[in-house]
Nanobody, 116 residues
Framework: VQLQASGGGLVQAGGSLRLSCAAS????????MGWYRQAPGKQRELVASISRGGNIMYGGSVKGRFTISKENAKNTVFLQMNGLNPEDTAVYYC???????????WGQGTQVTVSS
């Protein structure tokens, strides 16, 4: 399984970015797709996840600002980030996994930097 993430960059506070993560390979059984982020000196945290059935979870700090979606035909998951603030600065990782984490894969990470 390979995950190719894209869409990070530098944006001013209040701006928007859209991340994409395309999966290839044997992705059968990987039922949950998500985005995590890790800021310097902090633990990796959930940003948002979406299941094949469409169940969505968001981390508390991004609710109402970020939207996760997927395009099944292209095995791609998206993260639309609006209202970005400097606290959102981190490396963002996409993740595809089985429901019980018995299988999981990480993308290479994409840097998001929000300037004040």
């Amino acid at each position: 399984v390979q995950l190719q993430a894209s869409g990070g960059g530098l944006v001013q506070a209040g701006g928007s970015l859209r991340l994409s993560c395309a999966a290839s390979g044997s992705i059968g059984g990987l039922d949950v797709m998500g985005w995590y982020r890790q800021a310097p000196g902090k633990q990796r945290e959930l940003v948002a996840s979406i299941s094949r059935g469409g169940n969505i979870m968001y981390g508390g700090s991004v609710k109402g600002r970020f939207t996760i979606s997927k395009e099944n035909a292209k095995n791609t998951v998206f993260l639309q980030m609006n209202g970005l603030n400097p606290e959102d600065t981190a490396v963002y990782y996409c993740n595809w996994r089985g429901r019980d984490w018995s299988q999981y894969y990480w993308g290479q990470g994409t840097q998001v930097t929000v300037s004040s």
